[in-house]
């Protein structure tokens, strides 16, 4: 199947797909499994769905000779096609045919010649047989999702940097999490992941979310999945998977990812107060009003005390007020609070950050980047002020 | 800390409430995720009237509208049944309104959007009727009006969108709006398309149809998101009046000997085989099991295959080409839609007559030329599977033939609405051909049960005559 999605470019669909049915009437398995790989293999391949000009230009042409002629009022002389007289089929065909200029097998087939069986093979994103498998197999778990209302992951060992990339996935998603430390054992976590209506309605409207979120999950070395399956008419069923299933993730990575700003802010650093570490492997924090926080960077005392920190950029300006409200509600954390200038173009938002306590004491702005210069004053009040650390 | 409301994704968050405040709210929960209280925005309304009622003053940083004056340019002179319906809804703000196509659904949304004064977000199912629903409210209104869908994302004061984007935007702008119209609201209580109207805080909501009874029941749940039905006028009641007096004609038309030859041979394939696999197709997982077993074995991928040929042949049959040809040139001069269960036999008889198809693969350039060219005359058929069934303005069109369809009854309404629009003189006429003594006979008493067909031509019985008996409905 690969080999002719690959050897399809130039072609148009209705050629792959005779080829792809050629392949699939071999295949001595369930159908349905070829069906779906050649569904992936179709989303994988990029068709010339631009109108064609040209042949809108001849319908035109078409329709206004078929309409003049059906309506008694054609300039070409069909006798017989006045209104109350019977006209063959035939006639009327080369009479448009002929008017057009070309034959009637060929204004047939010209007719709609831009229909998705006629759209030409642009590109096809190549991939290793192997790799095919493994999104087929998440393919089917992201079905089963679909028909679910809610999930839980069990991770019992997960670092915080894959933690932190499993949440933004999260946020990207739109889902909402609830996150506890298993009773058994106190190192795993438990998230029990749904939306925020949820708690509201019994809804199947996150399951598109929750597909969308499991390959994330696939990057994580241990974890135990468990979602109820509602399918046929309702029945309840139990979708339970763990990490032995050995499906691969078809999403990007981004953990060692560090922004060549923060790099900057780190050497400036340790060139100024040789006494704090910055490091993007930050721990999240239990905060009130939010059950975890998941800073941005953490800062290291060489006496061994820490503080995190927080960035805000343009598109974080909810979650800024959130984090605010939860802040101002509470009077140690262990965080400090970035906020980028173009966040104070939204005047309520401006206000707010003007008048939280907790921003006067431990929030900075910055432009680009977040500077030394800034973060210095923060971390020596820090010091001085917060008496219990993380 | 001072009570205040926020939007959240589609809910409402409340900060800085008290245990006692919240004692007389309704529908407010606690939310473990967030540690912060929460309910659903389509409470927004009920929440604040409650928390006004109880003088309990709070920051509303939720609501993201205010009130609006929209102007009219034009005026518009209601019929005594849309402003029968304007004044039922007006006493709630909220509720489904249901009208028969051509009834004047459009304009009765535009008095009332007119009255409240909110911003206002139009639902519409689909990119066609969201550019009639622009092209309407610009006659009447002095503001720009926007647009939601389609690749456009232009919000304004009075902006049109279709449901599929409306869901997509809805956690964050479902604060902006105070009105929300939803046509062809019967769409509404889907599993997906609920959540335009839960995820919203609009106080103001109108629901408009032509039929808000569905398949599943759900109606109920239309009229808990969206109001209870405050005022109902049937397609019968208007015709002769506001809709033109039409007559329905049901026509079996014989197969063509070879197609019936190939007919009895696949029909015989495929009920073999579903003899011999045990399926019953009264069993609710029917025929999801059919499928199943077909897709297991060589026989089974046969017997699939006949199943789709005998279809397709009862459906798209030679013989019905040739009879539409008859009817085509029996209405010349007449403006006619060609209604078809499928995009391939539209396309087979836009390729075999040169005529205009119009699905969801035409282009929008070519759907606004299609349907403009045959408002005015200059194309007199048009030929289309399904994208039509809903909506879409054709005043001039006064013949319907339905080549092939399916059994809902919905859609043979709708399609029937498509050529009731009222003209001085006008009659329309609904032909149904049905293949006989094929399934699809069955298919055609399904979509027939309701008071729209009543008394209009039915089928004798399967092995009946060619050419069943006219009876007129709904004349005046």
Known sequence: MIIVFSGSVGDVREKLEQSTKQVLDAFPGNAVVGRGLEKLLLDRTEFDTEAKSELSELR???FSCS????????AVGLRGFKVGTEVGLEEYRNAVAQEIGISVVELRSQLYGDLPHFQQVLGFRKMSAEGLLHRYNCAQIQGLLLRCEAMTILLPDTGAA???????????????????????????????????LSMFVNTQKYGLNLANLF?????????????????????SHILKLNQICGIRSHYRQFL???????????????????????????????????SVCFPDYLLTHSSGKKVAMELFHTW??????????????????????????????????????????YFSRFGFYFREAPTAAKIIPLLDEWLQNVRKLL | MKLSLHFDKGTILLYGAEEDQLALVEDVDWDERTQCYRAPAADYRRLVTTLREQKISFQDHARKFSVETFSLKKKITPRSFQQEAADAWFTEQRGVVALPTGA???????????????????????????????????????????????????IQPITVATYDSALIHVPHKGNQFGLLVFDECHHLPGEQYQFTALGSIAPFRLGLTATPERADGKESHLYDICGSLCYEVHIDELSGRTLAPYQVETIEVEMRPDEREQYERARETYTNFVRKARVNFQHPNGWSIFLRKTSESPEGREAFKAYLLQKKLSQASGAKEEFLWKLIQQHRGDRMLVFTQ?????????RSFMLPVLTHHTKLPEREAFLKAFRTGEYPILVTSKVLNEGVDVPDANVGVIVSGSGSIREHVQRLGRILRARPGKQAMLYELVSGDTGEYFTNQRRRKHRAYEGTSVLPNQSGQNYSQINQSGSS
Request: net charge neutral.
């Open chain 1, 60 to 62: 035109e042409k078409i």
């Open chain 1, 316 to 357: 974080h300006a909810a979650p800024l007020g959130d984090r605010l409200q939860q802040l101002d509600s509470q009077s140690h954390a262990p965080l400090l609070v970035g906020v980028n200038r173009s966040l104070l173009k939204n005047e309520e938002l401006a206000e707010k950050v003007e008048s939280s306590p």
């Open chain 1, 256 to 290: 060692s990812y560090v922004p060549e700003e923060i790099e900057l802010l780190s050497l400036q650093l340790t060139k100024k107060i040789s006494s704090w570490e910055l490091t993007s492997s930050a721990d999240y924090l239990q905060l009130t009003g939010e």
């Open chain 2, 342 to 350: 499928d995009n391939e036999m539209a396309y087979r008889i836009g």
């Open chain 1, 67 to 74: 309409s003049a002629l059906l309506q008694g009022k054609s």
């Open chain 1, 162 to 196: 894959r933690l932190r990339q499993l949440l933004k996935y999260l946020r990207f998603n739109k889902l909402l999490c609830k996150i506890s430390r298993n009773r058994d054992h106190e190192k795993s976590l438990v998230l029990e992941i749904d939306g925020p």
């Open chain 1, 215 to 235: 390959p994330a999950i696939l990057h994580q070395p241990r974890w135990e999945l468990e979602a109820e399956v509602r399918i046929r008419k309702n029945q």
């Open chain 2, 104 to 154: 004047g659904k459009t304009i009765l949304a535009v008095m009332l959007i007119a009255k409240t004064g909110r911003p206002t977000l139009i639902h519409v199912p689909t990119i066609d009727l969201m550019r009639q629903w622009k092209e309407v409210l610009s006659e009447y209104f002095d503001s720009p009006i926007g647009l939601l869908g389609g690749g456009i994302n232009d």
